[in-house]
Nanobody
């Protein structure tokens, strides 16, 4: 059974940094686009960043461009999100996501990790 486990969340002051990690079981990383989503209280889950299966293409939400960096290490079945210049509005539960790029194109989610940015 494929599992994604996030770590690295916590409490940080505005302007600070955190690095989220997501490690997966199974052999999904080499065949999946990997992404990070977040969900703040009372809001819908939103895409933060995504990286293609090869690592050659990335996408960032406008709200995090220039501050967050997604990276992956397929040999370690890991994906990371470096978050710099954090703002209170970045406070949310962050979820790791894997989506296969070939049929059946299954999708997997981690359990989430809380990030809280104080002003």
């Amino acid at each position: 059974q494929v599992q994604l486990v996030e770590s690295g969340g916590g409490l940080v002051q505005a302007g600070g940094s955190l690095r989220l990690s997501c490690v997966g079981s199974g052999r999904i990383f080499s065949n999946s686009a990997m992404g990070w989503f977040r969900q703040a209280p009372g809001k819908e889950r939103e895409l933060v960043a995504v990286m293609s299966w090869s690592g050659g293409t990335t996408y960032y939400a406008d709200s995090v461009k220039g501050r967050f960096t997604i990276s992956r290490d397929n040999a370690k079945n890991a994906v990371y999100l470096q978050m710099d210049s954090l703002r209170p509005q970045d406070t949310a539960v962050y979820y790791c996501n894997a989506k296969e790029v070939t049929p059946p194109m299954r999708e997997y989610w981690g359990q989430g990790t809380q990030v809280t940015v104080s002003s």
